[in-house]
């Protein structure tokens, strides 16, 4: 019989303060909708500052079998997007991350047709999608659905006045790479705000593409005719540096994000800063000092410019060890607390309540035999690792890959103890 899958875990134990400057990669949720985004314009595409993580690779793989011709070298990718394209997104490859979807709009724009599986990604609750679909069905798209799949075409699309009763980061992306290419003008009302839609719409009017007021509520877009390839340089990421400077607040110490964008951390470094951590901007980035017990705080998840629903599970493992109560609200995806037990596991003080987590900081956590089920719940659990007494060992180190590069090489550099093991 075939052996089962080798899964991979991190050991981590604590090790005293971090110190030291630590770069800060490229943006995952940007990068992946750039690769999207080339599919638009015929020629050969340059992205740099590209991280090299696992949904990068899929992604390239997604583009490579539509026909785009996708190489790196070093953070450099090359995309050479030919005249022909095939608009399918199969299942095998979007089933393992959702941002797949993303090829939905340039595909109707480009080629008239899109056959798209269903998205997959990180389990946490259903996203519906019915928002990018009525979107772009008021740009003159038709849909049906059958057996898992969405079959799109039209006949040209036309501008239209799209407003989103919620301001979906997915739907802005795919309802402004389609705009770019409809005749006539768009509007996108309650339009996500998140730096990474300012990066999308930079990367597309580098491509000659006429967009107006990415990063407010309201986007305008003059459809053009044609588009040409670009040369463009991702934005870092500011979850990864959430991360760094999470994994500081708890085991304490001097840090610099190298890279790092603090105004893109506005309201997170403020939230931190109530709870103890002293931020400063750096001439190399972001400047992360903390010496004292985290001090408990009330937080509640919102669209950009609030906390991000990616930051919350940092935040819950570091009220968990904080000197009071705090209480996390996620207003944004229901059944985001799946990491919840695992950090109860080490010995963390929580009870949920519906879309409330209410979190009682103790002493300090004790190592555990504990499991990752998405990206930043693995890196919630490292974060708590490094307070926790004793050795932790988090199983399902692959979903980190997804979404963080040389995460663990970058934590050593620090002072940190964690090393990778196959399990």
């Known amino acids: 019989m075939p052996s089962a899958p080798t899964e991979s875990a991190l050991v981590v134990r604590p090790n005293g303060p971090l110190k030291g400057s630590v770069p800060i990669s490229g943006a995952k949720n940007s990068v992946l909708k750039l690769m999207a985004a080339a599919l638009l314009a015929p020629g050969t595409h340059t992205v740099h500052n590209v991280p090299d993580i696992t949904d990068v690779a899929v992604m390239s793989q997604l583009l490579d079998h539509m026909g785009v011709v996708v190489r790196r070298e070093g953070s450099t990718l090359t995309l050479i997007v030919g005249e022909e394209l ?77 407003v989103l009763e919620f301001p979906s980061v997915g739907a802005t992306e795919n309802l402004l790479m389609a705009a770019v290419r409809a005749k006539g003008e768009t509007t996108i009302d309650n339009a996500a705000r998140e730096p990474e839609i300012v990066d999308l719409a930079a990367f597309l009017s580098q491509m000659g593409a006429q967009v107006t007021g990415a990063g407010s509520s309201t986007i305008s877009v003059e459809g053009t005719e044609r588009l040409s390839p670009a040369e463009f340089t991702v934005m870092p990421d500011r979850i990864e540096a959430a991360t760094f400077l999470a994994a500081t607040g708890v085991a304490g110490g001097e840090v610099t994000l190298t890279g790092a964008r603090p105004d893109h951390l506005d309201l997170l470094c403020q939230k931190f800063g109530d709870m103890g951590i002293k931020t400063s901007p750096d001439p190399d980035g972001l400047w992360v000092f903390m010496n004292e017990r985290l001090h408990s705080v009330d937080v509640s998840t919102l669209p950009y410019p609030g906390i991000a629903t990616d930051f919350k599970p940092l935040i819950v493992a570091m009220l968990t060890v904080g000197d009071d109560v705090g209480i996390v609200t996620e207003n944004l995806f229901t059944g ?38 998405d990206i930043r719940a693995g890196a919630a659990l490292v974060v708590a690792a490094l307070g926790a007494e004793g050795e932790t060992t988090i199983v399902g180190a692959e979903h980190l890959d997804r979404g963080y590069e040389r995460f663990v090489d970058k934590l050593v550099a620090l002072g940190a103890d964690i090393e990778r093991v196959s399990v």
């Open 86 to 162: 095939i608009a399918e997104a199969p299942y095998e490859l979007v089933a393992k991350m959702r941002a797949s979807i993303a090829v939905l709009g340039p595909l109707l724009a480009r080629c008239g047709t899109a056959s798209v599986a269903m998205p997959g990604g990180d389990d946490f609750g259903p996203r519906p999608i019915d928002m990018h679909l009525r979107g772009l069905e008021l740009l003159g798209a038709e849909f049906t659905s059958s057996r898992g799949i969405i079959e799109g075409r039209c006949d040209g699309l036309l501008g239209a006045n799209i």
């Open 336 to 373: 985001r607390f799946r990491y919840i037990d695992e950090l109860i596991r080490m010995g963390a003080d929580i009870r949920t309540e519906g879309h409330h987590a209410v979190v009682r900081g103790v002493d300090r956590l004790s190592g555990a035999p504990v499991r990752a089920h």
